[in-house]
C-alpha cells in the first residue's frame, strides 16, 4: 500500500506529459487566440489612448473608501501580542492585565479562540488562498519569532493597543533553524513552483563550460525583502448570523471567501468579501493570518471587528520574498555564442508554505544556448511564511542572469547589447515551441538609440564629471504571459443602451477598472460612459487572482466569452426580420451601440431595437473563460531592455542612478497614461531592490529587526531619477486584446543595469544586493 501514492503521482504525470504535448502540437485554430481577437485588428473605441483613471476624483476627494475606513454600528478594534521566540511553546501566559484594562472587551489566545481548520494554502485548491497552512492559534505552540499569540478587542484601536502590550508571556523554547548556511549545508530538497519541478537540462552544461572558448563562473545573492505597500493590510469583518462580511484589502476576494469558509465550516455563499479599493498589493495582499483572527474575534465577541495592522505588525505577520543564492555559470566561443548556460541555487523557504523564489524562470527562455542547466533547492527554516513579491523569481533571477551576460560581455570585449542579440532564441530554448510574438530586437535598438547608448565608453572607469565616476548599463527584463483558470464574467444589458458588466476581479492603483471599462464599451460597441464595470466581490463571477500580471488576459476573454454568449442570445431575439437574421455570432461584432456583421458593418441593428422588439428591458448573459491552453500552445512573454546611468562618487561611494530608460515589448498598450505608471512604478521598486532595500532578520533569533520604513529603506523623491519609458505596441496575436500583462516586468533587469553602470562606472562588479556605498569604497 505504501507505493499507491507514489503510483498514482507517476500516472498523473504520465497524463500530464501526454496532454502537454498534445496541446503543443495541436492546429493553432484549436487553442484560445488561436483566431486574433477582433479587437487586435484596427483602432476600437478608446482603446490604445490615455484615459485618466476613473477612479481617480473619489480618490483625491477622499470618497473611496479603503478597508479600514467602512464604519459599523458597535465596531470593536483589535490590537496583537506577537511572539518573541522562533520555535517552541508557550509555558505561560497571563492576560489579566489586559482584559482589566480600561476598553477592553475580550482578549484572545489559544485557550479560549473558537475551534478552527487549518487554513487550506494557496493553489493546493482552485480557491484556496492561505498564505500557510498553520492552524490560527488553536494550540501553544509557536513557528515563528512575531506569531500573534494574543489578539485584544478594545472600544478604540488606542485602547487595544495599550493592552496587548499588558499580555505576559513565558515560552520554552527549542532550537530554531534560523541560520541559512547552516540549514543549506545540512539539508537541501528540489523546489516545486506552482506544481512544476525547478530543474531543467539539456545537454552537458557542465562540459561545455569547461570547453567553451571563453566563461564567467559567478555567485550572485539577494536579500530577504518586506512588502510596504501604502496601505498597510486591514479587514472590517461581521458575523450577521451564520454569515461573515469582509470588507478587505485583498487581490483575491474570491479564495479569500472560499478560504474563510473552510477555516469556519460554513458554505462559501455564507461568506461575502469585498474590496473595491487597494493601495497597493504586489502579491503581499492576499490572506494571512490577520483574516482568521478577525473573524474569530468577531465572532466571540458578537460584535463586528476592524483588525488594521501597524506597518511593524505587517513585518511581523505579512510574509515577503525571501533570500536567494545563485550561481551564474555562461560559455560561450570566440564569437560570443552561447555554449553553456547554467543558472543554479538555493532559497529558503519556510516550513509551512510551498513558495520558493523561482529565480530561474526568466533564464528558461531569455537565451539560445547548445546546453542549459537550471535547478532551484530550497532549505526550511522556522520563519514567517514567504510569499510572492512583485514579479516572483523574475525581479531577482534578472539580476543574477543579467549581471553575467554583462560579465560575459567584457571578457569577451563585446558590446553588451550585440551579445544579447546574438544569442536570441528562434523558439522556446526548453520547449522548442513557437514564441507568441516576440520583438525583443525591436525594443534594444529603439531604447539604445533614445538613451544615447552609442556615447558609452566601454573601458571602465574611464568617465568622470568632477568626483563623479560615471557610466551606462543595461539589462535585458522579461516576464511571462499567465492566464489561471477560473474566469468568468457576467454581462446586463439594458435596452437603453448602458451595459454592467461584473467579474470578481481586483483594482489595486493600476488602474484595471478603467482600461476594462475601455475594453467591454469597444468589445460591445458602446462609449465608456455607457459602460459599468463591477468588481472586487466575492458575489460576482469568477475566481480571478490580481498576480502573475494575469488580469488583463483573465478578465478579458472572461468578458469575451460573456460577450460571445450575450451575442448569441440577441441574434435569436433579433428574429428574421433583422439585418443580422442568419449571421453565426463569430460573425457579429459590438458596433456604434448594436450589433453589426464584421465585415459588412451597414449590417447593423442597434440594442435598443433589438430588445424592444423582443419586449424585453434587459438581457443577461454569463461566460466563463476557456482553460488557459494557449500557455502551453506557444512560448508567451513580455520583454523589455532597461538603460542606466550612474554616477559613484569617488570619495564617499555614494551611487546616484541619474538615467534610467525601459523599452518595453508587451504587445499592445491598452491604455498608455496607466501604462506608463505601471513601468515606472516597476523601475523605481527595481531600484529599490539595487540599490536599498533589505530586509534584516537576526540569525540568531529569527527576528526581522528593521520592521519599519525609518530602518527599512524604500526609494524615495531624491533616490529617483528621471525615468523615461517607451514601448513597441506592436499586439500579440494569441493574446487577448492583443495585449500581456504589464505590471511586474518593469521591475525586471533594472537591478542588474544598475550593477552593470555601477562596473562601467567603476570598475567594480558588485555580485550582492543591495548595492550600498560601503560595497563601493576604495
Do not use: N, W, Y
Given at each position: 500500500m505504501s507505493m499507491v501514492p507514489e503510483i498514482k503521482n507517476a500516472v498523473q504525470g504520465?497524463?500530464?506529459?501526454?496532454?502537454?504535448?498534445?496541446?503543443e502540437i495541436a492546429p493553432d485554430s484549436w487553442m484560445p487566440g488561436g483566431r486574433p481577437d477582433h479587437l487586435i485588428r484596427e483602432k476600437h473605441g478608446l482603446i490604445g489612448t490615455p484615459v485618466s483613471?476613473?477612479?481617480?476624483?473619489?480618490?483625491?476627494?477622499?470618497?473611496?473608501?479603503?478597508a479600514a475606513e467602512f464604519a459599523m454600528d458597535g465596531m470593536v478594534y483589535t490590537g496583537l501580542a506577537f511572539s518573541s521566540i522562533a520555535k517552541g511553546r508557550i509555558a505561560s501566559l497571563d492576560t489579566a492585565a489586559a482584559e482589566t484594562a480600561p476598553g477592553v472587551v475580550l482578549v484572545m489566545t489559544y485557550r479560549n479562540a473558537p475551534r478552527m481548520a487549518a487554513t487550506p494554502l494557496l493553489m493546493t485548491a482552485s480557491k484556496a488562498g492561505g498564505s500557510d497552512d498553520l492552524p490560527v492559534m488553536q494550540d501553544n505552540r509557536i513557528h515563528w519569532n512575531g506569531q500573534p499569540i494574543a489578539l485584544v478587542l478594545a472600544e478604540t484601536q488606542e485602547q487595544a493597543d495599550h493592552a496587548a502590550t499588558l499580555v505576559r508571556v513565558t515560552y520554552e523554547a527549542e532550537t530554531a533553524e534560523v541560520d541559512f548556511g547552516r540549514t543549506k549545508a545540512a539539508h537541501t530538497e528540489p523546489a516545486l513552483f506552482m506544481g512544476e519541478p525547478m530543474h531543467a537540462e539539456i545537454g552537458d552544461a557542465e562540459a561545455a563550460l569547461a570547453g567553451a572558448a571563453v566563461s564567467v563562473d559567478a555567485t550572485y545573492r539577494t536579500p530577504r525583502h518586506n512588502h510596504n505597500a501604502i496601505e498597510p493590510h486591514a479587514a472590517t469583518m461581521a458575523w450577521q448570523g451564520d454569515e461573515l462580511i469582509v470588507h478587505d484589502a485583498s487581490q483575491l476576494v474570491a479564495h479569500t471567501a472560499w478560504t474563510l469558509a473552510q477555516v469556519f465550516?460554513?458554505?462559501?455563499t455564507?461568506?461575502?468579501?469585498?474590496s473595491p479599493y487597494v493601495g497597493g498589493g504586489f502579491g503581499g495582499k492576499c490572506m494571512w493570518q490577520h483574516h482568521v483572527l478577525g473573524a474569530a474575534a468577531a465572532k466571540m465577541a458578537g460584535r463586528p471587528v476592524r483588525i488594521a495592522l501597524s506597518r511593524e505588525a505587517v513585518y511581523r505577520l505579512v510574509g515577503g520574498r525571501t533570500l536567494t543564492e545563485q550561481r551564474v555559470a555562461l560559455g560561450a566561443d570566440?564569437?560570443?555564442h552561447f555554449k553553456a548556460i547554467i543558472h543554479t541555487g538555493t532559497v529558503a523557504m519556510a516550513r509551512h508554505n510551498n513558495m520558493p523564489e523561482p529565480f530561474i524562470l526568466p533564464t528558461m527562455s531569455a537565451y539560445a544556448s547548445e546546453s542549459i542547466t537550471l535547478d532551484i533547492q530550497t532549505t526550511k527554516l522556522d520563519m514567517l511564511a514567504n510569499t510572492f513579491m512583485r514579479a516572483p523569481g523574475e525581479s531577482v533571477g534578472t539580476f543574477a542572469i543579467e549581471s553575467a551576460v554583462d560579465e560575459l560581455a567584457a571578457a569577451l570585449a563585446m558590446d553588451p547589447i550585440e551579445l544579447r542579440i546574438l544569442n536570441e532564441p528562434e523558439k522556446d530554448p526548453l520547449s522548442g515551441i513557437d514564441f507568441s510574438s516576440r520583438n525583443i530586437v525591436e525594443a534594444w535598438r529603439e531604447g539604445a538609440e533614445r538613451f544615447g547608448w552609442a556615447e558609452r565608453n566601454s573601458t571602465p572607469r574611464a568617465t568622470r564629471d568632477g568626483e563623479w565616476l560615471v557610466g551606462m548599463g543595461c539589462a535585458k527584463a522579461t516576464y511571462p504571459y499567465h492566464r489561471m483558470p477560473g474566469g468568468a464574467a457576467r454581462i446586463t444589458l439594458g435596452k437603453d443602451g448602458r451595459a454592467l458588466v461584473e467579474v470578481a476581479a481586483h483594482e489595486m492603483g493600476m488602474g484595471t477598472s478603467t482600461t476594462q471599462t475601455m475594453v467591454s464599451a469597444a468589445r460591445l460597441g458602446l462609449r465608456p460612459d455607457q459602460v459599468t464595470f463591477a468588481y472586487g466581490d466575492s458575489f460576482l463571477p469568477g475566481v480571478i487572482l490580481a498576480g502573475g500580471s494575469q488580469q488583463t488576459a483573465s478578465i478579458g476573454i472572461s468578458v469575451m466569452a460573456a460577450e460571445r454568449a450575450l451575442v448569441a442570445e440577441l441574434i435569436k431575439l433579433a428574429g428574421n426580420d433583422s439585418p443580422i437574421a442568419g449571421l453565426k455570432p463569430h460573425e457579429v461584432v459590438g458596433l456604434d451601440g448594436g450589433l453589426a456583421k464584421l465585415d459588412e458593418p451597414e449590417r447593423h441593428e442597434s440594442y435598443a431595437s433589438i430588445l424592444t422588439r423582443a419586449g424585453r428591458d434587459e438581457i443577461v448573459a454569463e461566460g466563463e473563460a476557456p482553460p488557459p491552453l494557449e500557455v502551453q500552445h506557444w512560448s508567451?512573454?513580455?520583454?523589455?531592455?532597461?538603460?542606466?546611468e550612474v554616477a559613484v562618487n569617488a570619495v564617499t561611494g555614494e551611487p546616484r542612478v541619474r538615467r534610467l530608460l525601459g523599452s518595453f515589448d508587451c504587445g499592445r498598450i491598452l491604455n498608455p497614461k496607466t501604462a506608463m505608471s505601471q513601468f515606472r512604478g516597476g523601475m523605481i521598486m527595481g531600484l529599490g531592490l539595487a540599490l536599498t532595500e533589505e530586509t534584516m532578520f537576526d540569525e540568531r533569533s529569527g527576528r526581522i529587526m528593521n520592521p519599519s520604513l525609518a530602518e527599512y529603506h524604500v526609494p524615495v523623491h531624491l533616490d529617483v531619477p528621471e525615468i523615461d519609458v517607451i514601448w513597441t505596441d506592436i499586439p500579440d496575436p494569441h493574446a487577448p486584446m492583443g495585449a500581456r500583462g504589464i505590471g511586474e516586468i518593469g521591475i525586471t533587469g533594472v537591478s542588474a543595469a544598475v550593477a552593470n553602470a555601477i562596473y562601467n562606472a567603476t570598475g567594480k562588479r558588485i555580485r550582492e544586493a543591495p548595492i550600498t556605498l560601503d560595497k563601493l569604497l576604495d
Open positions: 504520465v497524463v500530464q506529459a501526454v496532454t502537454k504535448k498534445a496541446v483613471r476613473l477612479d481617480g476624483p473619489v480618490k483625491v476627494a477622499g470618497q473611496a473608501r479603503f465550516g460554513v458554505e462559501e455564507q461568506v461575502h468579501v469585498t570566440a564569437d560570443g508567451m512573454h513580455s520583454h523589455g531592455a532597461i538603460f542606466c
